[in-house]
């Protein structure tokens, strides 16, 4: 299985995501946002994997790389790629499909609950977040998961984007948490220290959460009729 991930150049890691991959025996490439005109036009990926970001996509320094980007996720699910948006890379697939996003009314750093709109979904549970935008479920997409904040997933044919992060582990928090990440917390009055300790005790159960994530990702959403 060849693999897209879209990632920024300090923010690549896509941990648990890319382990419960393992199993399809991955060849992993990346597209860095910082250099969308590097990117390989001719690719024929079987599947495209956009993490999270420091960036908002409304930043107007970087709509060069937005509209980039956007433009490869329409020409890339317009060929029948699944694609799989994480945070920024969920945000991504709305504004690229119609939607709309902006800066939430309540940001979420941590962990915390999100609801399924079908309970057979393996969406419902505690993820890790770090946000401060929401986004719409632009025409034609099902919203498949929400919480306070807004909507955390939404779907359409094989695409698929989830506001929380599957993707983080202990050491992928512990990296958030540094440098600017660390003003962050202090600006939104959360201990570093509760943190990383509830970390530790999520990330006991969340490597079988995100393998159930990405194993119905792979056999139902990726596998869904293409509607061109």
């Not at 946000?131 to 498949?144: E, I, K, Q, R």
Request: glycine residues 8%.
């Amino acid at each position: 299985m060849k693999i897209e991930i879209i990632a920024n150049r300090e923010e690549d890691d896509a941990g648990l995501v890319v382990a419960a991959l393992d199993s399809e025996g991955p060849v992993v490439t990346f597209r860095y946002r910082e250099e969308p005109r590097s990117w390989n036009a001719d690719s024929r990926p079987d599947l495209v994997v956009s993490l999270g970001s420091s960036w908002s996509v409304y930043w107007n320094h970087i709509s060069t790389n937005v509209d980039a980007e956007a433009a490869f996720l329409r020409y890339s699910i317009g060929r029948g790629v699944p694609y799989l948006g994480i945070c920024y890379g969920a945000q991504m697939l709305s504004l690229a499909s119609g939607g709309r996003v902006e800066r939430g009314k309540t940001s979420e750093i941590g962990w915390h609950s999100v609801t399924s709109t079908e309970v057979s979904l393996p969406l419902s549970g505690r993820w890790m977040q770090w946000h401060y935008d929401c986004f719409s479920a632009p025409l034609g997409f099902d919203t498949l998961a929400i919480n306070d904040a807004g909507i955390q997933a939404i779907r359409k044919g094989r695409s698929l984007g989830v506001q929380f992060h599957p993707e983080a582990t202990e050491a992928i928090v512990t990296r958030w948490m540094a440098g600017d990440g660390a003003a962050e917390l202090a600006a939104a009055g959360l201990s570093p220290l509760t943190l990383l300790e509830e970390t530790r005790r999520e990330v006991t159960r969340t490597p079988q959460a995100t393998s159930a994530l990405v194993r119905w990702f792979l056999d139902g959403v990726a596998q869904s009729p293409f509607l061109a």
